[in-house]
Every structure is written in structure tokens, then in C-alpha cells.
């Protein structure tokens, strides 16, 4: 990082997009799941913070089409080609989905973070941008800081070391 980059931060159920030599960050991924979609050559890069599989769920009548995968990957997507981002370059790396309580009734409304995942892998085959890396399950939360100049992920999980992707 140098000194004229900024670390955006991107919150629960948020979307941003940065260029480079900003970077993109956020934290408190446990069921949550962190999407990466960037384009390597543009050197611009989006990351949204997807707390719930689908937008079906939601009660509300104004809709935070950032909070659920199958309205948070659009959008994201369509922010990016606005952007100058090629919809053909575009890759994707993504973290979180962790199972971070254990229940015994194994009922599948509390396999968030699994389904999460499901929900974003869905989203991206739709359309068509391959996953380059993922460090999805466990049970530890995560933050995630994106760098779109190197296309380098970098996770930390909470009591361990920092690796990149």
C-alpha cells in the first residue's frame, strides 16, 4: 500500500467499487459472505458484503438490494461495466460463509453461511464470471482486504495468520 491509497470500507450488507491504488475492505464475515468481482487488466475491482441467499426473505417493503446475493451480484456487477470494467474480463474471489453456531435440528434455515455460498456461486455462473480463488465454511470470521492493483485477496481469520489468495 502507498501512500496515496485508500482502504474503502465496505460495511455489513454494502457494496463499493474502488480502483487502483485503493483497496477494499470488510470485516465481521462469520455467515456473511465476501464477494470479490474485478476486472485484472482495469485494475478495478468491486466487493460486496452479502448477508442473506435471497431476497424472497425479506419482509420489508423497501429492499436493501445489497444485503442478499441473488440483488447484491447484479448490481455489483453493472456498477463495475459502468465503470469501464469488461464484462468478459470480470473474475471473482470470494470469502465467509462460515457455520458459525452449531444446531442440532440440522435445519437448513440455519445453514446460512453454506448457503450463502450456494447463493453467490449461482449468481456468478449466471453470469459466466469464473471463481478464481475461495476460503469459504468453518466456523471463524473473517476480514477480507482486496487489492486491485496485484488481484491479491488477503484474509485474516480471527487467532490466525494472514494469508492471500
Known sequence: MNET???VKVGIADL???KAPDL????GLGSCVGVIVYDPSKKIAGLSHVLLPDSALAKQAKLNVYKYADTAIPYLVNSLLEK????YAL????AGGAQMFQFSSGSDIMRIGPRNVEAVEKQLAEFRIPVIASDV???AGRTIEFDPETSQLKIRKVNKEEFYI
Not at 24 to 27: A, K, L, N, Y
Open 5 to 7: 491509497s485508500l482502504v
Open 24 to 27: 477494499i475492505r470488510t470485516s
Open 16 to 18: 463499493k467499487v474502488v
Open 84 to 87: 469501464g470494467a469488461r464484462k
Open 137 to 139: 465454511g468453518g466456523n
Open 91 to 94: 473474475k471473482a474471489k470470494m
